[in-house]
């Protein structure tokens, strides 16, 4: 015999009737779970283009003084910071650059498979991820500061790994993004018609284009339209007013420190690169100009009460270069010799130990761990330990 209830009309229109009016009423606001971020903000210093150590942390030869004899007394320098030697690992610049963001070797490939193309996608989170995820902190307070012939590392600001992602992405700060900034003004200002406009429209695209996974059609947000609205009113629109290069970086860093506030920025210096024209000087002077930014950078948060004595420094080279005495330029990296996979890290700020220097072997995989450590979170992907002869 059935003994389910059985429900008559009205019974059943005042209960549906019911639970529609539950299920109408207003959602409780999810509360938000992250962390207020209160621990030093940190600037990753990428001593990029590729160095070797006798250019820059042997006495007799260096061409960055500031760093080896002045900002060293200030932390704790690591003499012997290696890329680990594994079968198909390149030693190039995106590739360091990875592997400092996430602390994880891979092999990677562009993104299209494109010859000497450098658009790689990271399958474990970078450092802004793991901040951003946990701490309350926007996107423009965590930079890519990337130079002007780098678009590739434009793809850099966040990975594919599925925890993690584009919700928790960082900002960049670059020349590329400057002129796609201006486009988008300067077409939606009526600036040019008919052909003329469908030429400079198909032109955004193609800037657009070149970091697909991240296009914002409404720019970058508020805050970073802001800053390049001061750029634009400071520097004007030609190109040929503002510095260029690495001394770029340097401008774009300082002025982000002043009107963005930045907890966790990296800077992606590159100018050492140049000795492929095949002139020596190009890199020596390149390293040279990466030393007089870091004065600079360095003087700029001394003087700003956010920064002063609340900032970590971590400096370190995307890669070695090759020891050839046999080719016309001996410091190339693209063969993989042993000086390419040798760099060197320095690390600086409240709670780091002064006037160190560690020859112990040590991994570049080993920065993500540390800046998370001295962030407060844990860079749970890295492969790297701790620095822990950094902290005091």
Excluded at 4 to 20: M, V, W
Excluded at 68 to 88: D, V, Y
Excluded at 282 to 295: F, M, N, P, S, V
Aim: hydrophobic share 35%; net charge neutral; charged share 25%.
């Amino acid at each position: 015999m059935d003994m389910t209830p059985q429900l008559n009309r009205r019974d059943f229109l005042r209960y549906t009737a019911g639970g529609a009016a539950v299920l109408s009423l207003p959602l409780p606001a999810m509360a938000n779970t992250k962390e207020d971020y209160r621990g030093p903000n940190v600037i990753i210093v990428r001593f990029g283009g590729g160095v070797r150590r006798s250019e820059t942390i042997e006495a007799d030869n260096t061409y960055c003084p500031y760093l080896l004899h002045e900002l060293s007394k200030r932390g704790t320098l690591f003499t012997n910071m290696n890329i680990a030697q594994l079968e198909g690992l390149n030693t190039s610049h995106g590739e360091g650059t990875l592997n400092i963001l996430t602390g994880k070797y891979d092999l990677y490939k562009d993104v299209n498979e494109q010859f000497l193309k450098a658009r790689f996608e990271a399958q474990v989170p970078t450092i802004f991820e793991y901040l951003r995820k946990q701490f309350e902190v926007p996107a423009h307070q965590t930079l890519i500061i990337n130079g002007e012939d780098r678009t590739d590392e434009e793809f850099y600001s966040f990975s594919n790994h599925h925890l993690f992602g584009v919700d928790y992405r960082s900002n960049v700060l670059s020349l590329y993004r400057f002129k796609t900034f201006l486009l988008r003004q300067q077409i939606a200002a009526g600036k040019w018609q008919g052909q003329e406009r469908k030429k400079w429209q198909k032109e955004l695209a193609k800037l657009e284009s070149l970091d697909y996974r991240n296009t914002n059609r409404n720019g970058q947000g508020p805050a970073i339209r802001a800053f390049w609205e001061n750029w634009r009113k400071h520097y004007g629109e030609s190109g040929f007013v503002n510095p260029r290069g690495d001394r770029l970086l340097t401008e774009l860093s300082i002025r982000a420190i002043k009107q963005l506030h930045p907890k966790l920025m990296m800077i992606n210096y590159n100018d050492p690169d140049y000795v492929h024209w095949g002139n020596m000087s190009h890199y020596t002077r390149g390293i040279a100009i990466i030393d007089e930014g870091l004065q600079r950078l360095v003087a700029t948060v001394d003087a700003d009460e956010r920064y002063r004595d609340n900032t970590v420094f971590v400096i370190v080279p995307d890669c070695g270069r090759d020891s050839n005495r046999f080719m016309t330029v001996p410091c190339q990296h693209h063969f993989g010799g042993k000086s390419s996979h040798e760099i060197w890290a320095l690390v600086i700020g409240p709670g780091i130990a002064r006037s160190v220097v560690v020859e112990k072997e040590k991994d570049q995989s080993s920065i993500a761990a540390t800046v998370g450590q001295a962030m407060g979170f844990k860079a749970r992907h890295a492969e790297g330990e701790v620095l822990g002869e950094a902290f005091a």
